[in-house]
T-cell receptor
């Protein structure tokens, strides 16, 4: 299994509070991704990173920010959590872009915003 | 932009029966095609992928999928399912010239009945 951990694995927070989710990899892969999974929507890309300090928006980036100061860590921040951000969040990594390179997924973080 | 349609949200099937999970995609550019599987309370794992060449691709656990360009489909099949195949299956596409970003379908939950 690819070495990907996510923390925390579960979190309950209140509307309006800031939340940071962490993704840590031990594979030294260049590309990292944050997805959210919701019933009826599958997985949707929030943000991705193509190197240290290099990030870009995905399909559903509003209300989220990311940072990547080290190759191994990719942080997802909800500046002011809302109930619509209740979801399961998955981090993924990939060695390279294009050529159908496989993405490896972490175990997920279940976030509940009350 | 790409999109993926999985029309069947749930597919119940008896053990040792055949199964087909349908996937259709829409894209204005050439794409790579993937099937990912998600077992309960886990992240996603790559099941198989089509990049180029033979339109029939196989996985190590007996699944196969066929790329049909004219019908823009990539249906997943298995001739005889096992209890352990119970999981959610996601079809995904990525742009061959893009940053490896995956666009997922909404998923099909396969339940194998003893």
């Amino acid at each position: 299994d690819a070495g990907i951990t996510q923390s925390p694995r579960h979190k309950v927070t209140e509307t309006g509070t800031p939340v940071t989710l962490r993704c840590h990899q031990t594979e030294n892969h260049r590309y990292m991704y944050w997805y959210r999974q919701d019933p009826g929507h599958g997985l949707r890309l929030i943000h991705y990173s193509y190197g240290v300090k290099d990030t870009d928006k995905g399909e559903v980036s509003d209300g989220y920010s990311v940072s990547r100061s080290k190759t191994e860590d990719f942080l997802l921040t909800l500046e002011s959590a809302t109930s619509s951000q209740t979801s399961v969040y998955f981090c993924a990594i990939s060695e390279r872009a294009g050529q159908g390179s496989e993405q490896y997924f972490g175990p997920g973080t279940r976030l509940t915003v009350t | 932009a790409q999109s993926v349609t999985q029309l069947d949200s749930q597919v119940p099937v008896f053990e040792e029966a055949p199964v087909e999970l349908r996937c259709n995609y829409s894209s204005s550019v050439s794409v790579y095609l993937f099937w990912y599987v998600q077992y309960p309370n886990q992240g996603l794992q790559l099941l198989l992928k089509y990049l180029s060449g033979s339109t029939l691709v196989e996985s190590i656990n007996g699944f196969e999928a066929e790329f049909n360009k004219s019908q823009t489909s990539f249906h997943l099949r298995k001739p005889s399912v096992h209890i352990s195949d119970t999981a959610e299956y996601f079809c995904a596409v990525s742009d061959v010239s893009g940053a490896n970003n995956l666009f997922f379908g909404t998923g099909t939950r396969l339940t194998v009945i003893p």
